[in-house]
């Protein structure tokens, strides 16, 4: 069973003995072709700002000892650039997100963890992105969660990421939390619309009434 972890931070770090000398690592993943949505969704406006610049913006770098994000058009390497993001394409698209995830990890030094963030969450806070950081149990698989319902991002433990880099062509991340779910813990949130990730044209517009 996952265990629920709330954000009362100072308080959990107190009693659990977290330790902040854990080396993080962070792989976005923006190497979808947004098959659903019509066109290259990451890099559309939403309100005067592109969806993946959203993310960017939240994202905690200094919290990181690597990150990377991983596409397929240089356009959005030019732009995480800009956030002192270095990036990886994606060369075989054919191979789906585990592909991504490979190439991803490949990008890591020597962490005790590692974050993995679509990049089509726009509500996404940098807050929140800290607080799962500054929560996290070692050892333990960290996901975001609203009510008890899974979403992204996700942390996982480094002795993982060899298990990630192997995933087949139609695995993902939660084919891994599903094999280890007796250390998934889940950090819960208010807002549900953090977890929204934009898909279609309707989510985009949804989004925008949102704001």
Do not use: W
Request: aromatic share 6%.
């Amino acid at each position: 069973m996952s265990q629920k972890i709330f954000v009362n931070v100072k308080l959990l770090m107190y009693n659990i003995g977290m330790s902040n000398d854990l080396k993080f690592g962070c792989i976005l993943l923006a190497a979808g072709e947004g098959k659903r949505f019509g066109g290259n969704k990451l890099l559309t406006k939403l309100n005067g700002v592109p969806i993946l610049e959203h993310i960017l913006k939240a994202l905690p770098t200094s919290k990181f000892a690597d990150c990377a994000i991983v596409a397929a058009d240089s356009k959005i390497f030019k732009l995480a650039g800009k956030y002192g993001i270095g990036g990886v394409i994606n060369d075989k698209p054919e191979l789906k997100l585990a592909h991504s995830i490979r190439v991803g990890i490949e990008q890591m030094g020597d962490i005790d963890a590692c974050m993995f963030l679509v990049c089509d969450q726009p509500n996404l806070t940098r807050v929140t992105l800290i607080d799962m950081v500054d929560s996290y149990v070692s050892g333990s698989i960290l996901s975001l969660s609203f009510h008890g319902k899974r979403g992204n991002p996700v942390i996982f433990p480094a002795f993982l990421l060899e298990e990630l880099s192997n995933l087949s062509i139609n695995e993902n991340g939660v084919c891994v939390i599903n094999r280890h779910s007796e250390i998934l813990k889940l950090y819960d949130i208010a807002d549900e619309k953090q977890l929204v990730d934009i898909d279609t044209k309707h989510d985009f517009r949804d989004c925008q009434t949102d704001k």
